[in-house]
């Protein structure tokens, strides 16, 4: 079937209208209309072959939540009408050990969700940009917020699960204390989900104005990084870090923030390598430098129950289809609080 969609023909050229083709359900499949989808610092690198193996046309998009319309004979999990939402996956194997595991993401036959083979045309996956996505079941996530906070809930399939697993992993709670640095897509959904697990957060951020908002975001202190007597302060007394950047930066200023045994684990995915930190500061206090890639499909629907429980969604600013080019340049400049999110309804106007 033909849908609309916006992408991009290079990545030297502005997103625009286009039509792409989406197959028909087959027995195990899902047909989605989107309602939304969030817009992930990643669909710039891709769609401007920033990183590199686009292929074009590219329809970007990993942050979808809709409603189900139509699915295939063998499908009892959902049915026509329901809240779902597709995150960053869309196929894996299914049988090596990561997928055994219920971890998807770490699968080296991991189909993302655009710019990723596949046997559709055009013989690469196009993303959430677009009127409709068909998806097997088993990658299709149940949204049970209220249906008026979808908008806000798209960003949870790829920012959300993205620092919801770390914190999981490395068993943030009650006692711990946790850092979370910059303010960003990402770290704005740190300190909440990290908030909500009843971790002790302090927020890091370059920036002065954002003291006041990481705290309303839930942060129990901010630290201006560029302070050092405010970062002396925190010395040898955190867990666990997400450090959440996607710029380059020296990583052993919050290295040494970590008590004995403690962790930092990176998500933001910089353009460029990080200064190497001096392994003194690893051995001395046993720390460790880690990393992390969202989640795999079982800890995304535990990740959006719990969000779902708590009152979690991301703070965006909703933006029709056309508005998409400015967006990315906003973002790139830092200027917006704190995740674009696209009205698909829009793309027909």
């Known amino acids: 079937m033909l849908v609309q969609a916006y992408g991009a023909y290079a990545g030297d050229q502005p ?15 899902v047909q989605i209309d989107i309602a939304f989808c969030g817009v992930c610092h990643s669909d710039l690198h891709q769609v401007r072959s920033e990183w590199a193996g686009t292929q074009f046309p590219c329809v970007p998009g990993h942050e979808i939540v809709g409603r189900v319309t139509a699915v295939g004979e063998h499908v009892h999990t959902f049915q026509p009408g329901d809240l779902v939402g597709v995150g960053c996956i869309v196929d894996s194997c299914r049988h090596c050990p990561d997928c055994e595991e219920g971890l998807e993401n770490y699968c080296d036959n991991m189909v993302g969700t655009y710019n990723a083979p596949t046997q559709d045309e055009p013989g690469w996956t196009l993303g959430g940009y ?189 933006i029709r289809a056309n508005e998409i080019n400015t967006a990315y340049e906003r973002m790139l400049k830092g200027d917006v609080k704190y995740r674009f999110v696209i009205d698909n309804g829009t793309l027909i106007a």
């Open 130 to 318: 677009s009127q409709k996505i068909v998806v097997h079941e088993h990658y299709v996530l149940r949204i049970r917020h209220p249906e008026d906070q979808l908008a806000a809930v798209a960003p949870l399939l790829c920012a959300g699960i993205t620092t919801y697993s770390p914190l999981r992993h490395w068993n943030v709670g009650p006692g711990k204390r946790v850092g979370v640095v910059g303010i960003g897509g990402l770290g704005h959904m740190g300190i909440k989900i990290a908030h909500a697990l009843g971790a002790h957060v302090v927020a890091f951020t370059t920036s002065e104005s954002k003291r006041e908002a990481a705290k309303a975001l839930g942060a129990d202190e901010v630290v201006v990084s560029r302070h050092t007597e405010e970062m002396a302060v925190q010395a040898k007394r955190l867990d666990f870090i997400l450090n959440t950047v996607a710029a380059p930066h020296k990583l052993d200023a919050f290295l040494g923030l970590l008590k004995r045994d403690g962790t930092m684990a990176l998500v933001g995915a910089p353009a460029s390598p990080h200064p190497s930190p001096n392994v003194f500061n690893l051995i001395t206090k046993r720390r460790a430098l880690a990393g992390s890639m969202i989640g795999g499909i079982p800890e995304t629907q535990e990740m959006l129950d719990f969000c779902a429980e708590h009152g979690i969604v991301a703070d965006i600013e909703l």
């Open 15 to 29: 997103l625009e209208p286009l039509a792409i083709k989406r197959r028909q359900p087959g027995p195990h499949d």
